[in-house]
């Protein structure tokens, strides 16, 4: 245990690199994921505005999305990463597999969350002299809010796990400081900190997410 | 006014299945002012029938005209502005359980861009007039059922419509708020000269509130008219169904006399004709009188014994030609 003095700011370094890329990859994966679940949604056959072709192949790619192991995913954005961020090694870089792999998943997410509201709601809407887009606006979205917050708090959360793999693949962050510090030194107990760490994260991120929703949904 | 010609949905075959034929040829004319009633058996087209008047659901074929409007041969975004002078009223209210009482009652204004101050205000006065003033920051799941369709009926008056549609509104309330509903309904058709259309299955509903009403069956107008003027026909299906007639039973001697009783035609002179003249035993064996559309309604099963039958026809006759509406009930078909 002397050499704590010389992991504890390399401990600190990661944790700060995972929530770095967490945090980033959540507010694109919330900006892309919930408009494409809401096309998702309104694209659906009797939905507002049915486009079967579009809505299939939007469906087929969020399931593309989904089904590919991240490990995987990850080495096929590598060139749109290096495209967009100039290299693949780094937070930075890991930002855009991380967002990749979890667009899909939000989007099936808020495309569930947006069906559970009443047609006679939007019906009511529609009676009112609402657009489409302000059905969007002012009932889908607002009525869904709860689930939504839910449906973004598992995601972020898986956000979490996969950044640990993103991590070992030089992302740097907790995943990457739990391969070499623990694993590779053969130091189990670092392995366990890590491991305490991410649950910890974890645990205060769902029990915030869990809080907004209930709040929400209090109303 | 409402004004629906000719007017036929047909829903396409899902899947295996036929298709359906909610409508067929169906006319329909609200006068502007009038509170009108549309009943008829599950199934026989009535949300349909009301669906079509704002054009959620589009007719296969015929017109819909609302306020010399016709809606049918608009393009879609005047359909929308169109909706905005027709308010409608759910079954299940469908409100937006993330807005306040009073957010509720904005949202029609917000769609037509009404600015924040006068949505307030607007706001304010429609729920002093559904009588919840003091319950504007309220949350629907904070209301009752009751409460939650007043905040529905201010809603669908927020934007100062001319008609208003009723799809089953008190269909999901208890008695004391079915009452309550239907007085306010009543009242700001009133006070606003709104012209209602309301759909239910509940034939007290109808004589609560309706000036006039029809009869749907399988997608068909089959009878209709203003109600003292249906009530007052004793072989109309609608007055039937609004008046159910009482069960004859046979097997008690005597003659079954069927009396439609309306304010011209009460039943007092059939009473006194036959007991008072003729001297008649005279019992009521079934049957109610009530007070519908301003009017005295009903049907009555009189039991007559100890008559002699000619001299009983002739008394009838005689009756019929006075204006009371009475003749003798079959043994087979008593209705
Ligand atoms: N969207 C739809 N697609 C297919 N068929 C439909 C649709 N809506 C209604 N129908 C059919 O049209 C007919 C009339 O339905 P409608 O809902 O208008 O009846 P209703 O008089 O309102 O019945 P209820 O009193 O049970 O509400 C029914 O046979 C129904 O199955
Ligand atoms: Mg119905």
């Not at chain 1, 693949?88 to 509201?117: K, N, W, Y």
């Not at chain 2, 924040?116 to 949350?139: H, I, M, N, P, T």
């Not at chain 2, 209301?143 to 269909?171: F, H, M, N, W, Y």
């Not at chain 2, 064996?285 to 309604?297: C, D, L, N, P």
Request: glycine residues 10%.
């Amino acid at each position: 245990m002397s050499d704590w003095s010389r992991i504890a700011p390399q401990l600190l370094d990661a944790t700060g690199e995972t929530l770095y890329m967490v945090a980033v990859a959540t507010v694109i994966t919330v900006l892309l994921g919930i408009p494409l679940g809401v096309l998702l949604t309104v694209t659906g056959p009797g939905a507002l505005a049915p486009r079967p072709v579009l809505h299939r192949v939007l469906g087929l790619l969020v399931n593309l999305g989904r089904s590919l192991p991240f490990i995987i995913l990850l080495v096929l954005v590598a060139p749109l990463t290096r495209g967009l961020v100039g290299t693949t090694i780094g937070s930075t870089a890991a930002i855009v597999p991380l967002t990749v792999g979890a667009v899909p998943f939000l989007a099936r997410l808020v495309e569930t969350s947006l069906r559970e509201v009443s047609h006679g709601k939007v019906e009511a809407a529609l009676a009112m002299g609402a657009r489409r887009r302000d059905v969007v606006r002012t009932v889908l979205l607002p009525e869904a809010l709860p689930s939504l917050v839910a449906g973004t708090t598992v995601t972020v959360v898986a956000l979490i796990s996969y950044s640990a793999m993103a991590g070992a693949i030089g992302g740097g962050g907790l995943g990457d400081f739990a391969i070499r510090f623990g694993y590779q030194q053969f130091r189990t107990d670092i392995t366990l900190l890590t491991v305490a760490l991410l649950l910890v994260v974890v645990q205060a991120l769902q029990f915030g997410g869990d809080t907004w929703a209930r709040r929400l949904a209090r109303r | 006014m409402i004004e629906l010609n000719d007017v036929r949905k047909v829903f396409p075959a899902r899947g295996r299945g036929p298709e359906v034929v909610a409508l067929d040829g169906v006319d329909l004319t609200v006068r502007a002012g009038d509170f009108a009633g549309v009943v008829g058996p599950s199934g026989s087209g009535k949300s349909t029938l009301i669906r079509l008047v704002n054009l959620l659901e589009r007719p296969t074929s015929g017109t819909v005209t609302v306020d010399g409007r016709v809606l049918t041969d608009l393009p879609a975004d005047e359909v929308r502005r169109a909706r905005s002078s027709i308010g409608m009223v759910f079954q299940h209210f469908e409100l937006m359980d993330s807005r306040t009482a009073a957010a509720n009652v904005e949202h029609p204004l917000e769609l037509a861009g009404v600015g924040r101050a006068e949505r307030r205000r607007r706001s304010g006065e429609l729920l002093d007039l559904v009588g919840l003033g003091d319950r504007a920051q309220a949350r629907p799941a904070q209301l009752s059922g009751g409460q939650k369709q007043r905040v529905a009926i201010a809603r669908a008056l927020a934007a100062r419509p001319t008609v208003l549609l009723c799809d089953e509104a008190t269909s999901a309330l208890d008695q004391a708020s079915t009452t309550g509903v239907l007085e306010l309904l009543r009242r700001v058709r009133d006070e606003l000269g709104l012209t209602v259309l309301l759909i239910t299955h509940e034939m007290a509903v109808v004589k609560a509130v309706c000036d006039t009403a029809v009869l749907l069956e399988a997608g068909r107008v089959v009878d209709g008219g203003r109600l003292d003027q249906v009530l007052a026909r004793g072989d109309s299906p609608l007055a039937a169904a609004l008046l159910p007639a009482p069960v004859a039973d046979h097997r008690v001697a005597g003659t079954l006399l069927r009396v439609t009783v309306t304010d011209t035609a009460p039943e007092t002179h059939v009473l006194q004709v036959l007991v008072g003249r003729l001297g008649l035993d005279v019992e009521v064996a079934g049957g109610s009188v009530e007070t519908v559309a301003g009017g005295r309604h009903g049907r009555l099963l009189l039991r007559v014994t100890g008559a002699d039958q000619s001299g009983l026809d002739r008394a009838l006759a005689q009756l019929r030609d006075d204006g009371s509406r009475v003749e003798r009930v079959a043994a087979e078909v008593a209705r």
